[in-house]
């Protein structure tokens, strides 16, 4: 079974970076999409980045693009996002997520959330 844990989510001074970490099983890179989301309090989900097991390559919304960036290790089966200069808004639950596809749409697989909070 698909199975994805989040890691690494604490508290930062803004200006500051973090890296979360998300340990994934049963499933193949090639064959998924693996997305990174946010859900702040009271505010919508939204998409932090999508990777494209199919030819590797990640897309960012553009109010992150520069700030967030993915890597994966398909040798620990893990993915990251690299964070950095955080700011009070980038406060919210981080979810990695995964699905056959190269979509980060419609999601089926989700780990349970790292919170990160960035203090002014």
């Known amino acids: 079974e698909v199975q994805l844990v989040e890691s690494g989510g604490g508290l930062v001074q803004a200006g500051g970076s973090l890296r979360l970490s998300c340990a994934t099983a049963?499933?193949?890179?090639?064959?998924?999409?693996i997305g990174w989301f946010r859900q702040a309090p009271g505010k919508e989900r939204e998409w932090v980045s999508c990777f494209k097991g199919s030819d590797g390559s990640t897309t960012y919304p553009d109010s992150m693009k520069g700030r967030f960036t993915f890597s994966s290790d398909n040798v620990k089966k893990a993915v990251y996002l690299i964070m950095s200069s955080l700011k009070p808004e980038d406060t919210a639950v981080y979810y990695c997520s995964a699905d056959a596809g190269d979509y980060c749409v419609g999601m089926n697989y989700w780990g349970k959330g790292t919170l990160v909070t960035v203090s002014s």
């Open positions: 049963g499933f193949v890179f090639d064959d998924y999409a």
